[in-house]
């Protein structure tokens, strides 16, 4: 039988009420995540681990049970707001080659 470290056990008392609100892609979104929440008081843990099945580390978001849908909401809008001020242009598709015309 495996032995559990003082730290792993540590870690799951300090995570537990905890789930998972969303997952982030890489280090760099879980941090914008974490100041998201923060600053909406909610208090929000980083979970990172390896999943065998996807090959790859999967990076969990998790918040206290009492805090998920705030957190939700909050996350939500925060994506929506990105997306609608997202002004890259890969996503041109309104007046390009009008534009680009001459007259």
């Known amino acids: 039988m495996a032995r559990r470290s003082k730290k792993d056990s540590r870690s799951q008392a300090k995570l537990q009420g905890y789930v998972v609100v969303t997952f982030a892609d890489d280090s760099d979104e879980a941090r914008d ?3 998201l929440l923060k600053a909406s008081d909610i208090p929000v843990a980083i979970e990172e681990h390896f999943d065998e099945s996807l ?3 999967e990076i969990a ?3 206290p049970d009492e805090f998920l849908d705030e957190a939700h909401v909050i996350i939500e809008s925060q994506n929506g707001y990105d997306e609608f001020y997202d002004l890259s242009d890969d996503d041109d598709e ?3 080659d009008y534009l680009d015309e001459d007259y």
């Open 33 to 35: 995540y974490e100041s």
């Open 55 to 57: 090959g790859a580390n």
């Open 61 to 63: 978001i998790m918040v």
């Open 94 to 96: 309104f007046g390009g």
